[in-house]
């Protein structure tokens, strides 16, 4: 059973950090082509933030590119997503995700939330201007 459980959201002001953590059970190669965090605004759709492809390939979604770290480490089985110089728009609940199907590494399809299948509960992060 594949399980993922973010933490680490929270509320902080313009300009501060935060670091989302993904812990991550039952996820074989089969299973985790691609891992990502996802969010989702009030009233918005969700959409791909930062992806990790088991070969090692990332992708950020443009206005956070050179703010958001994605990363993985294997020895704890978590995946990580550190935000640095947040802005309010970052607001939203963001999801740790994980695809089963090796397409998801097609460049165009990395940051496509309909790629991924297993999804944790969401961790609230609120940036206050």
């Known amino acids: 059973q594949v399980l993922l459980e973010e933490s680490g959201g929270g509320s902080v002001e313009a300009g501060g950090s935060l670091r989302l953590t993904c812990a991550l059970s039952?996820?074989?190669?089969?299973?985790?082509?691609?891992m990502g965090w996802f969010r989702q605004a009030p009233g918005k759709e969700r959409e791909g933030v930062a992806v990790?492809?088991?070969?090692?390939?990332?992708r950020y979604e443009d206005s956070v590119k050179g703010r958001f770290t994605i990363s993985q480490d294997k020895a704890t089985n978590t995946l990580s997503l550190q935000m640095n110089s947040l802005k309010p728009e970052d607001t939203a609940m963001y999801y740790c995700?994980?695809?089963?199907?090796?397409?998801?590494?097609?460049?165009?399809?990395?940051?496509?939330?309909?790629?991924?299948?297993?999804w944790g509960q969401g961790t609230q992060v609120t940036v206050s201007s």
């Open positions: 990790l492809t088991g070969v090692g390939t990332t």
């Open positions: 039952g996820l074989t190669y089969k299973n985790s082509y691609c």
């Open positions: 995700a994980s695809a089963a199907d090796a397409q998801c590494r097609l460049w165009g399809f990395l940051l496509d939330n309909s790629r991924y299948h297993y």
